[in-house]
């Protein structure tokens, strides 16, 4: 079974600031999915990025980017010029690939809950 | 686009009694659906896998006879609370995904806040 560790409960920047959430997790497959879930006080669960593991890019998603090291397998997300409205709970998630496609339950890290200070 | 609607949005109801929550995807259709609980200032951890047509596929330790899931269609999946009891209030969140091949992303509902008295 697989894992996802988020060690930062709660971090605070200022505003305009970047700001980088670290996700750590651990698993014995080859081909998967990582994914980072805003969730603001709505609840709504908002994907932020997503990355396949066989690419070896860096996914971005115009202020939002991700250090993706499989090796260590770690999946950071920066956030660039941070702004008041994203102050909400990050979750990282990870999800089995099949090769077939379709999708899979996710396992959800615990979260880590982002203020931006104006 | 994929837009997935829970209903209700928020249900009280009394100790012993059975709750059903919807779970709809309004503009696409789900070969798979997907049923998450969280906990007040906890993660989501995932309930059961269901599959239209098919019985659910429930994690471990999630009792399947108190938690029904029914996937009858391609845009409807329920989850029935049997017997509510105060440990069952929490927040109860479906997604969906289309299931076509390379396309894994899953669509999440608002959720339902359940209340057992």
């Known amino acids: 079974a697989q894992t996802v560790t988020q060690s930062q409960p709660e971090m605070s920047v200022q505003e305009a600031e970047t700001v980088t959430l670290s996700c750590t997790y651990d698993?014995?497959?080859?081909?998967?999915?990582l994914f980072w879930y805003k969730q603001p006080p709505s609840r709504q669960m908002i994907l932020v990025i997503r990355?396949?593991?066989?690419?070896?890019q860096n996914a971005t998603e115009n202020r939002f980017s991700v250090n993706f090291q499989k090796a260590a397998k770690s999946f950071s997300l920066k956030i660039s010029d941070s702004q008041l409205g994203d102050t909400a709970m990050y979750f990282c998630?990870?999800?089995?690939?099949?090769?077939?496609?379709?999708?899979?339950?996710?396992?959800f890290g615990k979260g880590t809950h982002l203020i931006i200070q104006p | 686009g994929a837009v997935v609607s829970q209903h209700p949005s928020w249900v009280i109801c009394k100790s012993g009694t059975s709750v059903k929550i919807e779970c709809r995807s309004l503009?696409?259709?789900?070969?798979?659906m997907f049923w998450y609980r969280q906990f007040p200032k906890q993660s989501l951890m995932l309930m059961a896998t269901?599959?239209?047509?098919?019985?659910?596929?429930?994690e471990q330790g999630v009792e399947k006879d108190k938690f029904l899931i029914n996937h009858a269609s391609l845009t409807l999946s329920t989850l029935t609370v049997t017997s509510a009891h105060p440990e069952d209030s929490s927040f109860y969140i479906c997604?969906?995904?289309?299931?076509?091949?390379?396309?894994?992303?899953?669509?999440f509902g608002p959720g339902t806040r359940l209340t057992v008295l």
């Open positions: 997604s969906a995904a289309t299931g076509t091949s390379g396309n894994n992303e899953q669509f």
């Open positions: 698993t014995s497959e080859s081909n998967y999915y």
């Open positions: 990355q396949e593991a066989y690419k070896q």
């Open positions: 998630a990870f999800m089995n690939g099949y090769s077939g496609g379709g999708a899979d339950g996710l396992t």
């Open positions: 503009d696409f259709q789900a070969t798979t």
């Open positions: 269901s599959n239209e047509g098919s019985k659910a596929t429930y």
